[in-house]
Nanobody, 119 residues
Framework: QVQLVESGGGLVQAGGSLRLSCAAS????????MAWFRQAPGKEREFVAG????????NYQDSVKGRFTISADNANNTAYLQMNSLKPEDTAVYYC????????????WGQGTQVTVSS
């Protein structure tokens, strides 16, 4: 049974930082692409950042480029999202997701962690 468990969310002032973690179990972590999505109240869920299974490629939503960094620790089956220079518009529930690289859609999802940025 595949499980993705996010942690690290919370309340932070604008300009602050948070690091989200996604602990994976039930899958061979290093063979999966990993990503972070977010969903703000009243909005569609959106892609934030992704990292390829090999770790060689990362991509980001334009609004977070230069502020967020995605990484993966294969030894600990954990993905991370380092978020710096946070803005109130970054407030959302953040979800971790995983997919086999040959698929387009992400197959496995975590339960989400709330990030709230105050102005």
């Amino acid at each position: 049974q595949v499980q993705l468990v996010e942690s690290g969310g919370g309340l932070v002032q604008a300009g602050g930082s948070l690091r989200l973690s996604c602990a994976a179990s039930g899958l061979t972590f290093r063979y999966y692409d990993m990503a972070w999505f977010r969903q703000a109240p009243g909005k569609e869920r959106e892609f934030v950042a992704g990292i390829s299974w090999s770790g060689g490629r990362t991509n980001y939503q334009d609004s977070v480029k230069g502020r967020f960094t995605i990484s993966a620790d294969n030894a600990n089956n954990t993905a991370y999202l380092q978020m710096n220079s946070l803005k109130p518009e970054d407030t959302a529930v953040y979800y971790c997701a995983a997919r086999i690289p040959t698929l387009v859609r992400y197959t496995y999802w975590g339960q989400g962690t709330q990030v709230t940025v105050s102005s």
